[in-house]
């Protein structure tokens, strides 16, 4: 599971370490990550050079800035990791790109699934070449100052669902899904089968403080990686968020709340974990 709080990890660690490096080369691997040999030759071809600029995010799309007016879009799906790596470092057999730089080493996408893409477009346009972006619904990180819960209370009473579906929703807010959904709906004391419109203004109130304060520690611990789970950061570590879940795969356990055992019901085909006595 490579959701928001993985993104914004791998962001923060690329923005610190790449961030003013010089590219020397581009090599796509897999002309498939591309979209097709034309982008692949479009992508490895003009960039040697120019400089990274900076490394932001939109969603769970990685967007590297370069000096020549292009941004590099890499989207890594669900199995998709980005290495930081020297240059001679033995090959991943499900390396897709390789970044040169001309000091420090290189960059490498590797995909385990095939789900990752890289895109390169006139920084300009990113928006205009990807209209999706503007479907995307909150962001828990870049919107955490600039939306109180008054302003989700509109947005959320707007949305007449389940509580988890809307939080699995990139459409109402980006990168949570099924795991920090689960996190969520227990800090704030609600039912995963709540709907949006019943919940009183404490209730509300509580769900937007927990969605920030969840993904803020998620971040903070450098992600979750779970058995199955391919997520690691730019080093090859993995992060240590799913030593802190209170619910999630911790059915029969007893609950840091009620101290009753954590139980499990499948909702949307896959199973939601919660604690009956403390979440209404």
Known sequence: MIQLPEIETIRRDLERDCVGKKIKSIEVVKAKVAGGPKSKSAIEKGQEQTKVESVGRIGKYLLFELSNEMTLAIGLGSGGQIRRVPNKAGMDAKTQL?????????????????????????????????????????????????????????????????????LVDDSFVIGIGPMYADEILFAAGLRYDRFSDSLTTNEVRRLWQSIVQTIYDAVKYRGSSIEGSLYVDTNGEIGSFQDHHSVFEKHGELSPRSRKPIVRSKFGGIWTYYCEQSQV
């Open 98 to 166: 390789i970044i040169t730089f001309t000091q420090t080493g290189q960059m490498r996408l590797i995909d385990h699934v095939g789900e990752a893409f890289v895109t390169l477009h006139e920084t300009s346009e990113v928006i205009d070449d990807k209209p999706e972006l503007l479907e995307l619904g909150i962001d828990p990180i870049e919107h955490s100052q600039r939306i109180t819960w008054g302003d989700f209370a509109h947005y959320l009473q707007s949305r007449k669902a389940k509580l988890k579906t809307l």
